[in-house]
């Protein structure tokens, strides 16, 4: 059962321009979502999260939107570089819940 | 200010022995959650362990498959009898606190990874 989505598996940009990643899910239960950035051969780093009392959370180049009516969230990057270049996993959990779903990723790459 | 560690990197091992993965958390946190990812596929939750105690095994196979978290030492994900399925990348991850109510620091920080290739 696969409680969050991510329907792209890829996403190319060029440099300077808006990345937007997108993930769906499912279960009206979760309230906390997190993006993660992976690089090959390495764990992924946490990149910013959003509880579901917030539709909007910024931090410098990474914007995190929500739309719980929707069940939608996404991640804007702007502007784009190329060390952006990696595997992006969206998560979902309910707050104080431990099982954390993770999206299938999505491989961004940023042209120079 | 070490990361979460994870050894072996690379782990090969032959249909029906043993594989033993570690992960040490980061300094402080004590709680320590394992995922496999599959090629091609998202992070699984399988485990979640406080010191000396499984919390949440819900993502666990039922068979093969146990983990541990010592009082003393690493997080052990231990794998009976491997198959070539269980070929996969292994993911600890530490949390100072699981989510709490009114604060808690809920973000997972994830080691390198150990990758399981069962030939």
């Known amino acids: 059962d696969q409680q969050v989505k991510q329907n792209s598996p890829s996403l190319s940009v060029q440099e300077g321009r808006i990345s937007i990643l997108n993930c769906d899910y499912t279960?009206?239960?979760?309230?906390?979502f997190l993006w993660y950035k992976k690089y090959p051969a390495e764990g992924p780093t946490f990149l910013i999260s959003i509880s579901s009392i917030k539709d909007k959370n910024e931090d410098g180049r990474f914007t995190v939107f929500l739309n719980k009516s929707a069940k939608h969230l996404s991640l804007h990057i702007v502007p784009s570089q190329p060390g952006d270049s990696a595997v992006y996993f969206c998560a979902a959990s309910e707050w104080g819940n431990n099982d954390m779903r993770f999206g299938a990723g999505t491989r961004l790459t940023v042209k120079p | 200010n070490a990361g979460v560690m994870q050894n072996p990197r690379h782990l090969v091992r032959r249909r029906g022995q043993e594989a033993r993965l570690r992960c040490s958390p980061m300094?402080?946190?004590?709680?320590v959650y394992w995922y496999r990812q599959l090629p091609e596929e998202g992070l699984k939750f399988m485990v979640y362990?406080?010191?000396?105690?499984?919390?949440?095994e819900s993502g666990m196979p039922k068979e093969r498959f146990s983990a541990e978290f010592p009082k003393e030492g690493p997080s052990i994900l231990r794998i009976q009898q491997v198959v070539r399925g269980d070929s996969a990348a292994y993911f600890c991850?530490?949390?100072?606190?699981?989510?709490?109510?009114?604060?808690?620091?809920?973000?997972?920080?994830f080691g390198p990874g150990t990758r399981l290739t069962v030939t």
């Open positions: 991850a530490s949390s100072l606190q699981p989510g709490l109510a009114g604060g808690g620091s809920y973000e997972q920080y």
């Open positions: 300094k402080g946190h004590s709680h």
């Open positions: 279960n009206s239960m979760f309230d906390y």
């Open positions: 362990l406080q010191k000396e105690n499984i919390i949440d």
